[in-house]
Nanobody, 116 residues
């Protein structure tokens, strides 16, 4: 069993920055994927960024603005969000995907609101 706890969301003005953190507990394998998804009101949940070992993948809408990273013990993942736009407003969810079964674990979500 895996538990994911996000932190770092909040209200920020357009052009500002936020850093999201996700702490994973339980049995974590170094090859498990970790990432961030988001869901805006009335929209489907979408991929923001994922990381596996040193390989990162980003949604086109956040490339060049967001950076995903994972600490050396593989139990935490971070999302540095710069140059935030109102359209980045959403609930952001931390995700862990088992490397062998592709089973998904989700955090409870953290609200990010970009508004002046």
């Amino acid at each position: 069993q895996v538990q994911l706890v996000e932190s770092g969301g909040g209200l920020v003005q357009p052009g500002g920055s936020l850093r999201l953190s996700c702490a994973a507990s339980g049995i974590i394998f170094g090859s498990d994927f970790m990432g961030w998804y988001r869901q805006a009101p009335g929209e489907q949940r979408e991929l923001v960024a994922i990381i596996e070992d040193d390989t990162t993948t980003y949604a086109d809408s956040v490339k060049g603005r967001f950076t995903i990273s994972r600490d050396s013990n593989k139990n935490s993942v971070y999302l540095q969000m710069n140059s935030l736009k109102p359209e980045d407003t959403a609930v952001y969810y931390c995700n862990l995907k088992r490397w062998h079964t592709r089973f998904d674990y989700w955090g409870q979500g953290t609200q990010v609101t970009v508004s002046s």
